[in-house]
């Protein structure tokens, strides 16, 4: 069995970000990664202000791996579209270019990696620390951990149930050249009875459709995915529109189940910091799940070292980040809600300077989030 000073659970961005900085710290990691190596994965791809800031300082470049800018949204829903410029800088990566970089930062800080092994169990050690069962049998044990596994929960450690049974589907297109230019430089937010979708460009002159919906939904074009894309674009034309004479570049979507969206983790066990998705899960469509998976990794870290104990980090990271999740699901809850689709053209001519206004504030929250790190760590 190998002691290590901690053991990081899953080798995305949260895990990453957590073993770089601890690694740079002068600690001994050893992370967990059950990919042998990085794949595509269900993500908008979209970077946001913060997400590029947190990127950066871990040694990123994410314009040196082919990031596109994204400079405004545009939300479509039935006939109509609207856009307004994005009021902070903003690009676009795929999540496999962008977990490669991360990884090989990781090895160059001198993190351990174990790639290819799935962590099966995780329990408490008879010492008091942490203990990770891998699958080939081999025994993980530390004193902290960090827990980065993402949408996948561990048994010992299950988020609540996702009540609305979202699932959520990822497929790259190379676009007709028309469409693709008018793209170009925009992220595309889609509204249809039962979810949204958004489209952007992404490096190697491809665009990126994710879209997510409620299971009820799904099972009406029996859960198929090619039927409910066509009903998709049935409700909300301008997805036809980009569609049109785009070659799929999948052989179907890749997806996930079970997104506990608005789940904020109100407190952990001693020894174990929660961090990314396993901290708090933000509706898609605002583009922030990176950002707070890199947020809340930096904060975990911040607050390891200075010796803050985990059951009195956890729930001060979830007041930090309240405000922020509850305007997202706030805003999340109209676009999903038939009624609120009635007042969808209203809304729509008023898009531009709401969408400034909710950046501002879901942006100022995050400034809070960061303050009140340094006081958490502090
Ligand atoms: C439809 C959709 C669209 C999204 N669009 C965007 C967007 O445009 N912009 C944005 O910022 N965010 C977006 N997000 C959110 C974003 O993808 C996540 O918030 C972010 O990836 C969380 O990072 P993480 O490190 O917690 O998890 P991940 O990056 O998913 O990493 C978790 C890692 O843990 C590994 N793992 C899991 N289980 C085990 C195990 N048992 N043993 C070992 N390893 C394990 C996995 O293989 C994975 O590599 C989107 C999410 C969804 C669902």
Redesign the pocket.
């Known amino acids: 069995m190998l002691q290590d000073e901690v053991l990081v659970?899953?080798?995305?961005?949260?895990?990453?970000?957590a073993s770089i900085a601890l690694a740079r710290n002068g600690r001994a990691v050893r992370m967990?990664?059950?990919?042998p190596a990085?794949r595509h994965?269900?993500?908008?791809?979209?970077?946001?202000g913060e997400?590029l800031e947190d990127l950066s300082a871990l040694g990123i470049d994410v314009a040196s791996l082919g990031a596109v800018p994204i400079d405004y949204v545009r939300l479509a829903a039935s006939r109509r579209a609207a856009e307004a410029p994005l009021p902070f800088p903003a690009k676009?990566l795929t999540?496999k270019t962008l977990?490669t970089a991360l990884i090989a930062e990781a090895i160059e800080a001198g993190v351990r990696i174990e790639r290819g092994?799935?962590?099966?169990s995780f329990t408490r050690s008879a010492e008091g620390g942490w203990q990770a069962r891998?699958d080939n049998g081999e025994l993980c044990e530390a004193p902290t951990a960090f827990l980065?596994?993402?949408?996948?929960d561990?048994r010992s450690h299950r988020r609540p149930d996702d009540p609305q049974r979202?699932v959520?589907?990822?497929m790259y297109y190379r676009l007709a050249p028309a469409q693709a230019a008018e793209l170009a430089g925009a992220?595309e937010l889609m509204l249809y009875p039962g979810g949204y979708g958004?489209i952007?460009p992404v490096e190697g002159g491809i665009a990126n459709l994710?879209?997510?919906v409620q299971q009820r939904h799904l099972a009406r074009a029996d859960y198929r995915w090619d039927r409910f894309l066509l009903k998709m674009q049935e409700k909300c034309p301008h997805l036809a529109m980009r569609l049109a004479g785009a070659e799929p570049l999948l052989e179907k979507p890749i997806s996930?189940t079970r997104?506990p969206y608005g789940y904020l983790r109100p407190r952990t066990e001693p020894g174990l910091y929660c961090?990314?998705?396993?901290?708090a899960?933000?509706p898609?469509f605002?583009?922030?799940?990176?950002?707070?998976?890199l947020h809340t990794?930096r904060c975990a870290v911040t607050a390891y070292l200075a010796g803050q104990p985990a059951p009195l980090f956890q729930p001060r990271l979830r007041s930090a980040l309240l405000l922020q999740m509850r305007l997202a699901q706030f805003a999340a809850a109209g676009i999903n809600n038939g009624p609120a689709r009635a007042i969808l053209p209203f809304c729509l001519r008023l898009w531009p300077g709401v969408m400034q206004v909710t950046a501002r504030l879901t942006r100022v929250a995050a400034g809070q989030a960061a303050l009140a790190s340094q006081t958490i760590a502090g």
Do not use: M, N, Y
Request: contains cysteine.
């Open positions: 659970l899953g080798g995305g961005v949260g895990g990453c970000a967990i990664e059950r990919e990085p994965k269900v993500c908008g791809e979209f970077l946001s997400a676009s999540r977990d092994r799935s962590v099966q891998l980065a596994t993402g949408k996948h561990l979202w959520a589907f990822k992220s958004g952007q994710c879209w997510v996930v997104i961090v990314g998705d396993q901290a899960v933000i898609s605002t583009g922030d799940g990176i950002s707070i998976a990794a």
